[in-house]
């Protein structure tokens, strides 16, 4: 599907071409006869009832004095001396090993188990190493973890390294069926693919998706229950496409380190800086709580989302090494407010109250308050008074002024969101096209990464620079694009429910007269060209590595969240398990 990447709206009166959608639908059963677009204080004086929509989002699962009675023994005064001389071995093993297979491995366990960002420069040395060796005899587990850790790093290396395993044919040697290190290796490397390598890559999942779906079928070995587990979490979830501490969480519970003496060291490093890390976590979650009591969202707002700690899942996932707490606090309050706003867009404002909103973000005017409804103003004051804190804060610790960036991504987004609302109260129906070019931005993800690039001092952030990484070749579009898609996918049923504005799966189904299946299935083929888009910019492309690092982070968190459907809508399930082992249950070190 080719997506035109200009954002302009279009408001059609066209009669809706599904009635389930439509706004007669939406109001027959109080006798009335709308037009096209119809105003909801109209209704409501006509019926004598405030006709406010409700999605009936179920209370916080999260007990405030629960998370203020968060503990843990795991301190940097406490496990400090041991963390350096655990960093201390590790150094040397990674400056000391030398046969390029070992240190693949090394490296590999190091990034998985979240203690890379300790060794920065080790990494970069041996990585100098690794990049002009040549794979060729090495075997297929050691090529193809070659081939993906070189592409994760951003460094382009070509599918024909994988030539010497495949016949006259161009087929995969049906020996390597055996060789398990391998074909996992081999299918984690196709999840790097980018566009034009479809043959290649395609092949190269499609054979060891085969063999390995056929070794869990037929191997129930006792003694290979540890290749199982790691089969059934790659079949699951490429690990490419995992967020980091996630995967750092289940390499150190699930999987051995490495080999040799090696293994037992990265394993307690990783383990116990795992623990030291959340106990960082745990006390930004503890700040946050009170935060978001003092906002008074909870109670003037009550028919919005009630998820700070959900929105700190976000946060985590897009950024989570200790030293960005301030960024993670940031970024947590910045999607905070934005779905309280969100949820007033889509549910609960007429839309004369959200032209009143947007033109208030548009004066950015502490006088603009005036001219809103009394429900509105407790959140235009909160969004107001942290883009101006944002803005002081990056002044101070950077030294440039960014109040105008910071005005101008609540403004996209909140446009981004009447797009919505005009096509909501109009009964119109967005093409799946039209829907994309507004819906990457509506998201929010944009705005998040923004603002996580200015409390990061990576500027500067204007129209120019912002073309490079979120136009629309741009990582942060493709990764846009992922995270609007995964979302749909996950909340497209109760959206469907309560009669919202077509999103992309509702949108093709009724446009392309195609099923609900279908539609979910042209959604994951678009998802899919658009990783290879996304890691074509991140590996081709002259984007910023931070800049590239948290457009594919977002993503990764974007398909964990709604991995099982809503997993902020409704957090009962996943979404709470995983917090639970985020931020409450530390990892036991023996």
């Not at 150094?91 to 366990?109: A, E, H, Q």
């Not at 080790?122 to 587990?141: C, K, Q, R, T, W």
């Not at 383990?271 to 979650?285: A, F, K, R, W």
């Not at 109260?425 to 994309?436: A, T, V, W």
Request: charge should be negative; proline fraction near 3%.
């Amino acid at each position: 599907m080719m997506i035109s990447h200009s954002l302009r709206f279009q408001l059609s009166l066209q009669p809706s071409l599904a009635s389930k959608f439509d706004v007669k639908t939406r109001y027959k059963n109080h006798g009335i006869r709308p037009s096209a677009s119809i105003n909801v204080n109209q209704v409501s004086d006509h019926i004598g009832v405030d006709l406010r929509r409700s999605a009936d989002y179920h209370p916080t699962i999260w007990d405030p004095k629960l998370i203020q009675s968060l503990t843990t023994t795991y301190t940097y005064e406490l496990h400090g001396n041991r963390l350096d001389k655990l960093k201390e071995q590790v150094s040397m093993f990674l400056k000391s090993t030398k046969d390029v297979s070992i240190l693949l491995k090394l490296i590999d366990s190091i990034q998985r188990s979240g203690v890379a960002y300790h060794f920065n420069e080790e990494i970069d040395y041996a990585f100098d190493l690794v990049s002009s060796f040549i794979p060729n005899g090495s075997g297929l587990s050691t090529t193809a973890l070659w081939f993906r850790l070189l592409r994760q790093r951003g460094l382009f290396v070509s599918t024909d390294v994988f030539d010497e395993f495949k016949d006259e044919n161009g087929n995969f040697l049906e020996r390597l069926s055996d060789d398990l290190e391998g074909l996992l290796n081999l299918y984690e490397s196709s999840f790097l693919g980018m566009c034009g390598e479809d043959d290649d890559i395609e092949e190269a999942r499609d054979f060891s998706v085969k063999h390995l779906e056929s070794f869990m079928l037929t191997r129930l070995d006792c003694d290979i229950v540890d290749m199982r587990n790691r089969v059934e979490d790659a079949l699951s979830v490429p690990l490419h496409w995992r967020t980091p501490r996630l995967e750092a969480r289940n390499f150190i519970d699930l999987c051995k380190v490495g080999d040799g003496i090696n293994s037992s060291v990265i394993l307690e490093l990783a383990t116990l800086d795992y623990n030291l890390v959340q106990s960082i976590h745990q006390e930004e979650v503890k700040e946050l709580t009170k935060w978001w009591k003092n906002l008074g969202f909870r109670e003037k707002l009550s028919f919005s989302r009630d998820r700070m700690v959900e929105n700190y899942l976000w946060a985590m996932g897009i950024v989570w090494e200790p030293q960005y707490s301030k960024s993670r606090i940031t970024l947590t309050k910045f999607i905070c407010i934005l779905t309280a706003i969100d949820d007033i867009f889509d549910i609960y404002g007429s839309l004369d109250e959200l032209e009143s909103f947007v033109i208030a973000v548009e004066r950015w005017d502490l006088k603009a308050i005036d001219d809103l409804p009394q429900y509105m103003k407790i959140c235009y004051l909160a969004m107001y008074n942290f883009g101006n804190e944002t803005a002081y804060d990056v002044l101070r610790d950077h030294g440039t002024v960014v109040i105008e960036s910071v005005k101008k991504e609540w403004e996209r987004l909140c446009k981004s969101y009447l797009t919505e609302a005009r096509w909501y109260y109009s009964g119109y129906q967005p093409s799946p096209n039209e829907y994309m070019e507004n819906a990457w931005i509506s998201v929010g993800g944009h705005g998040a990464i923004v603002h996580t690039c200015l409390l990061l001092g990576l500027f500067p952030i204007n129209e120019t620079s912002l073309d490079k990484f979120s136009g629309g070749s741009g990582p942060l579009y493709w990764a846009c694009l992922i995270t609007r898609l995964s979302n749909d996918i996950g909340t497209s049923q109760a959206e469907i429910a309560r009669g919202d504005v077509p999103k992309s799966i509702h949108s093709y189904m009724i446009h392309n007269k195609v099923s609900e299946k279908e539609a979910r299935d042209t959604a994951s083929d678009i998802m899919n060209n658009s990783w290879k888009k996304l890691n074509e910019t991140i590996i081709k492309g002259s984007c910023c590595s931070i800049v590239a690092n948290l457009s594919l982070n977002m993503t990764r968190t974007a398909l964990s969240i709604y991995q099982h459907g809503d997993g902020i809508g409704t957090s009962n399930g996943s979404t709470k398990d995983r917090l639970t082992l985020l931020i409450v249950e530390p990892i036991s070190l023996y």
